[in-house]
């Protein structure tokens, strides 16, 4: 009874769950281009050199659900305070919501109102750039600046037809596995944090960590969380594939069976908590909680006597190699904006923002700041050995992208949350972890799911040139 009721919440939270992920994607996307404590004075000295076009007194339009100007007293981003001193550009905020971003943007660019900038989601490439949502990039950055070193192989995997709709500036949102020490230690476990830096981090010693946890007590559990799709992604494969010049059904490998015969293994033997936790829980019956970086902090805060530490979802034992199933930071340049010099600068300032050593630090101080209520609660904090931890996935590891996500919404939508309406990624990602009693086996989710992928990749692949 208690896992049906805790099924039936996990289902009826996912909404928040993806509300809660897409906000804060759309929130920690402007924390990469990180607040200065203080002043900014020391951004206005930055030595730039680029044959980029004088943009001085420009004004972009940006349509979001957020303004990048700063508000209730914030610093300036670093980005900005360049863009702004630096460069003479000025942001001017078009206020939208989440469900109507996507029509307020379709609608400006049908109606000829002045829109320019729009942040970078999923669903732009290829179904974005299948709309005529967005303009290229090439005629505004010189992607061979080597401002742009360690970005070029995510660079590279987005171009489409020939040209750069969406140049990734900074790796945003992993998906990890936060879990407590002191809760391993307790249960005579290894530390997940040792064995990644070791090399034994792998979904054999995630697995034996969990059988033995959920042995040592009652109603325990391995994980709860945001699980599935990182758990596929850390095999390194991805659901489609595309090589630049088509897109194919990747549905087959075995190394996403492994992954998702994994997660049937989870189901059946109980160790997968489904319902929702906006936090690491605070009751300590489970043992590990995947999500993105973002809840690290409240994390804490819950948690303040748990030793609490963050490592990659594992690998596979057949792999050298840890795979972060995360997002990038982009903006994109909408289509018939007039303003693509000005789209590029600010793009441009944030990949300094990311690359200068000086705002880096800068970042790493605001971030490790201790988050308090007025009366001295605290609400929030990150330690700086998780920080230091977090900035070493972003930069070591591959981070997978699979173009399935960007597919519009019978590839990835929420429908109404039944296996039946859902989008085909949702499901592959996490059915056989929520719908046990309607796909028991990889092979039917698979074959389910197949034909309906080959029929959304020809209308793709058709567009094509």
Avoid at 422 to 431: A, E, Q, T, V
């Amino acid at each position: 009874m208690k896992k049906m009721f805790r099924m039936l919440a996990g289902l009826m939270s996912l909404t928040l769950l993806l509300s809660a992920t897409a906000c804060k994607k759309e929130e920690t996307v402007e924390d990469s281009s990180h607040y200065k404590e203080t002043d900014d004075v020391a951004v206005e000295t930055a030595d730039v050199n680029d044959n980029m076009k004088d943009i001085n007194g420009q004004e972009i339009y940006w349509l979001a659900t957020y303004d990048i100007n700063p508000t209730n007293n914030n610093d300036r981003s670093v980005a900005l305070t360049l863009f702004e001193d630096q460069f003479g550009g000025k942001i001017n905020w078009i206020q939208c919501t989440s469900e109507n971003k996507f029509d307020t943007l379709t609608n400006r660019i049908l109606g000829g109102d002045p829109v320019d900038m729009f942040p970078y989601e999923w669903d732009a490439l290829p179904n974005g750039v299948y709309k005529n949502q967005y303009e290229p990039l090439d005629d505004y950055l010189d992607l061979s600046d080597p401002i742009w070193d360690g970005m070029k192989d995510a660079i590279d995997m987005y171009e489409y037809n020939g040209k750069h709709y969406v140049v990734p500036y900074a790796v945003s949102d992993p998906l990890l596995i936060t879990y407590s020490r002191q809760m391993c230690q307790e249960n005579g476990l290894d530390d997940p944090y040792e064995l990644y830096q070791d090399g034994d981090w792998d979904w054999d010693a995630f697995m034996e960590m969990m059988k033995k946890f959920v042995k040592n007590g009652d109603d325990r559990y391995g994980i709860c969380g945001w699980f599935g799709q990182a758990m596929v992604q850390s095999t390194g494969k991805t659901i489609i594939n595309f090589d630049g010049k088509q897109f194919t059904n990747n549905i087959s490998d075995p190394d996403i069976e492994a992954a998702e015969n994994l997660m049937a293994e989870m189901q059946s033997l109980n160790l997968y908590e489904p319902g929702w936790f906006g936090n690491f829980p605070d009751t300590h019956d489970v043992l590990f909680y995947g999500m993105a970086d973002w809840s690290l902090a409240g994390s804490n805060a819950a948690n303040q006597d748990a030793d609490l530490m963050v490592v990659p979802f594992p690998k596979s034992p057949d792999s050298d190699e840890y795979y972060l199933c995360g997002n990038y930071a982009a903006k994109m340049l909408v289509k018939n904006s007039e303003k693509g010099d000005a789209v590029a600068r600010y793009i441009y300032c944030e990949r300094l923002a990311e690359t200068e050593e000086a705002y880096r630090q800068a970042a790493k101080e605001k971030a490790l700041i201790v988050e308090k209520s007025a009366s001295g609660l605290v609400l929030g904090y990150v330690t700086e050995e998780q920080y230091d931890a977090i900035q070493q996935y972003k930069n070591d590891t591959v981070t997978v992208f699979d173009f399935g996500y960007g597919m519009g919404s019978s590839m990835y939508g929420d429908g109404d949350y039944t296996y039946e309406t859902r989008g085909i990624m949702n499901n592959l990602m996490d059915g056989l972890l929520s719908y046990p009693d309607q796909v028991d086996s990889w092979a039917v989710l698979r074959d389910n799911w197949s034909a309906a992928i080959d029929s959304v990749l020809d209308t793709y692949n058709a567009a094509i040139q």
